[in-house]
């Protein structure tokens, strides 16, 4: 079974998904965080789209080293910024779905903090990573908009505030 076609089909969807969210995303709550240890809402969210534009550097890179300062993270204002930079960041991972093969899921690629390994996978494994973080941190920011009232859009099924897919 060929795997690239799944993660391509994945990644689609979860875009998708995403996108529901961030549209339902509320400027006003920017700086929220339900605990002093949580991320605040907009770096969180700022997060998930990000991680759209993971499989370019994944499949163009051997690792992320943050000492040497491979990561610049993105600042954002606003659910229009937002929604901005996940569908840029999701067209990256559609451009470099469509150059690739079967065989360049094989690679290696890990993440450094100079010498110290933090992760190491093979290319598949991190593609896979990236939607578990995909669903990991949108469920974050799903408690987020519970605990303000916002409406949380269904992801997989109906949510309780919805019977939308």
Do not use: C
């Amino acid at each position: 079974m060929e795997t690239l076609p799944i993660l391509k089909q994945e990644f689609e969807a979860e875009y998708q998904i995403t996108k529901k969210f961030f549209e339902a995303y509320d400027d006003s709550l920017n700086d929220f965080a339900p605990h002093e240890k949580s991320m605040k809402m907009m770096p969180l969210a700022t997060h998930i789209a990000e991680i759209f534009g993971w499989p370019e550097i994944i499949m163009k890179t051997e690792k992320l080293d943050f000492a040497a300062g491979d990561y610049k993270p993105t600042f954002l204002k606003s659910r229009s910024e937002l929604l901005q930079k996940l569908d840029e960041d999701y067209q990256k991972t559609r451009q470099t779905f469509s150059g690739m093969q079967e065989s360049d899921l094989e690679g290696r690629w890990k993440i450094t903090m100079g010498e110290q390994v933090l992760q190491d996978f093979s290319k598949y494994t991190a593609l896979r990573h990236a939607l578990n973080q995909i669903t990991h941190h949108r469920a974050q920011l799903g408690v987020y908009y519970r605990l303000n009232g916002i409406a949380v859009p269904a992801s997989y099924g109906p949510s309780a505030d919805t019977e939308e897919l």
